[in-house]
């Protein structure tokens, strides 16, 4: 089974995705929350934390658990963060990060179904 964690983090309305390159196997073009696939032996939450620094060159200071999407093979975990709030570095995997508003996010970039559900439940939960 393929496992992964993500990490939403939004800031003063403003959530943090981030773009696919154009030489990603999948969902090239896409915007998405920062995270990964899990290493051998690792939590979900310890990929939560490796994968989040890698992609984006912040440390996650504390962390929620949100939900999940399981599908065939694949279980990820999806976590509202709170990170360090440093500059964003993305790693190679990614072309471009934005910090945006959430309904702007919703209605203009291209997202992936899971990115979707998980910020629909992010906006609902950030308004209670």
Same mark, same amino acid.
């Given at each position: +089974?393929?496992?992964?964690?993500?990490?939403?983090?939004?800031?003063? !309305?403003?959530?943090?995705?981030? #773009?696919?390159?154009?030489?990603?196997?999948?969902?090239? %073009? /896409?915007?998405?929350?920062?995270? !990964?696939?899990? &290493?051998? =032996?690792?939590?979900?939450?310890?990929?939560?934390?490796?994968?989040? #620094?890698? &992609?984006? =060159? #912040?440390?996650?200071? =504390?962390? &929620?658990? +949100? %939900? /999940?999407?399981?599908?065939?093979?694949?279980?990820?975990?999806?976590?509202?963060? @709170?990170?360090?709030?440093?500059?964003?570095?993305?790693?190679?995997?990614?072309?471009?990060?934005? *910090?945006?508003?959430?309904? *702007?996010?919703?209605? =203009?970039?291209?997202? !992936? !179904?899971?990115?979707? @559900?998980?910020?629909?439940?992010?906006? &609902?939960?950030?308004?209670?």
């Amino acid at each position: +089974m393929k496992k992964a964690s993500v990490g939403v983090c939004i800031r003063d !309305g403003k959530v943090l995705l981030l #773009r696919k390159s154009a030489t990603a196997s999948k969902w090239a %073009g /896409y915007f998405g929350f920062a995270g !990964g696939h899990l &290493e051998e =032996n690792e939590s979900f939450e310890e990929g939560l934390i490796r994968e989040y #620094r890698e &992609e984006t =060159n #912040r440390d996650i200071i =504390n962390y &929620e658990f +949100m %939900g /999940y999407y399981a599908k065939d093979d694949t279980h990820i975990n999806v976590y509202m963060i @709170k990170d360090d709030g440093t500059p964003v570095i993305i790693s190679d995997e990614h072309d471009l990060y934005v *910090e945006i508003d959430v309904d *702007e996010a919703l209605d =203009n970039l291209p997202l !992936g !179904g899971l990115t979707r @559900k998980f910020l629909g439940i992010a906006k &609902e939960l950030k308004s209670k």
